[in-house]
């Protein structure tokens, strides 16, 4: 199978990681479906893809923390005669205020967006991708499912399932010709800090900490065609997994709560 013969589908490409997926996708060919829930961004994302590339790209407007939202991108799909070869499940978001002054509609929806949707859309083209013995899925995570726990971080949670998940399901998918692959970047220049409230504290680290989508991306792409289950791109963020991963539970718990600097 080659790229041009394939077909991805990217979560929240309306912005950041997943419009980088969608353009470097793009230029290797692929189909692409995207989503989101600002469905502007994704017409004129996949317009500039189709005059770049000559490709075929849909757009579907779903807002993932509606249940049906898995569902309803798959029934398009397969209306739209695509067959999901590569899934991305991107679309994703932090809350920042306290646990017990969010409102639960808000958790939930973090939940729904960034666990349950990963996990249904997953199961949704899992099938095929066996019966056809090729397939890739990369669920994004974060550096965050490595780090200290985070006072007040239900995203910390959330991402050390995404990144469990990612590793059962290559366990059990690899023998199938599927490849699945955590991809756990650290801080990424996106919208995702804008959108979280925390881009004025964001802005005050330091240069060495920060990646651009492109590269993140690169090393993720590269990561799932190699069949790699977990992927952190770039160097300081590999260095710091290094670092953390040894660290006893106690000595995490007491350096996250000192060291998270969105508190
Ligand atoms: N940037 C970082 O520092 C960083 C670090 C580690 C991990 N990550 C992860 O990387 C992924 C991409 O984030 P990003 O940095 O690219 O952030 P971003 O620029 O804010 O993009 C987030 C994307 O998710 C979509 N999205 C959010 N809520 C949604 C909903 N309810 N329904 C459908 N789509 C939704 C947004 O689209 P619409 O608003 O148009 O719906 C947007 O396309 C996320 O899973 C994030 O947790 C980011």
């Given at each position: 199978m080659t790229a041009a013969t394939r077909t991805a589908l990217i979560t929240g490409a309306s912005a950041g990681i997943g419009a980088s997926f969608a353009r470097q996708l793009a230029a290797q060919g692929f189909t692409l479906l995207l989503v989101a829930r600002r469905v502007d961004r994704l017409k004129a994302l996949a317009q500039e893809l189709i005059d770049a590339h000559g490709i075929e790209c849909k757009v579907f407007a779903a807002d993932?923390?509606?249940?049906s939202a898995p569902r309803d991108i798959m029934a398009y799909a397969a209306e739209q005669g695509l067959c999901i070869d590569l899934l991305i499940n991107n679309a994703g978001l932090s809350g920042h205020k306290k646990f017990v002054d969010t409102p639960w509609s808000e958790l939930a929806g973090e939940i729904q967006v960034m666990i349950t949707a990963v996990t249904e859309l997953a199961h949704l083209v899992a099938p095929a991708m066996i019966e056809r013995q090729w397939g890739r899925i990369i669920n994004v995570s974060s550096l965050a499912a490595f780090a200290p726990p985070g006072e007040s971080l239900l995203y910390s949670a959330i991402k050390t399932y995404v990144l469990i998940l990612s590793e059962s399901l290559d366990m059990e998918l690899k023998p199938h010709g599927i490849h699945v692959t955590a991809l756990c970047p650290g801080f990424t220049k996106s919208e995702f800090h804008d959108v979280m409230g925390t881009r004025h504290t964001a802005n005050k680290?330091?240069?060495?900490m920060w990646q651009q989508p492109d590269d993140v991306v690169k090393e993720a792409l590269d990561a799932v065609m190699h069949g790699k289950p977990v992927c952190v791109p770039g160097r300081f963020n590999k260095f710091s997994v290094a670092m953390m991963r040894p660290l006893p539970e106690w000595a995490r718990y007491r350096i996250g709560k000192v060291a998270n600097p969105f508190k």
């Open positions: 993932l923390t509606d249940a680290l330091p240069a060495i």
